[in-house]
């Protein structure tokens, strides 16, 4: 019996041992303008939030729907368009 009992105690702990919380680190901001394309794509691919955006990647102006911009046109990804979804998480976009 009490090995039954330790044998219990033990797989116990081994189930909750993965029950935690996980408290993720912010992400290092990538100041400058967008050159890592995969990278960015990937940041992407996490539907991040536009405070989320702007706090990854400081340098670059995120132009939300209905905000004014000028019409110079950039090459250098340095002023991003999104999509967001109902949620208004970003879930793709363009340069422009």
């Avoid at 033990?10 to 290092?28: D, E, I, K, R, Y």
């Avoid at 911009?69 to 109902?86: A, G, H, I, Q, V």
């Amino acid at each position: 019996m009490p090995r039954l009992f330790a044998l219990i105690v033990l797989t116990s702990a081994l189930a909750l041992a993965g029950c935690h919380n996980v408290t993720h680190a912010a992400p290092v901001p990538v100041h400058g303008f967008v050159t890592e394309l995969s990278a960015f794509d990937v940041f992407i691919g996490t539907h991040p939030t536009p405070e989320q955006f702007r706090a990854a990647y400081p340098d670059v102006q995120l132009v939300m729907p209905g905000n004014m911009t000028t019409m110079e046109f950039r090459s250098n990804n340095s002023r991003y368009f999104p999509e967001l979804d109902k949620a208004g998480r970003i879930t793709g976009g363009h340069f422009g």
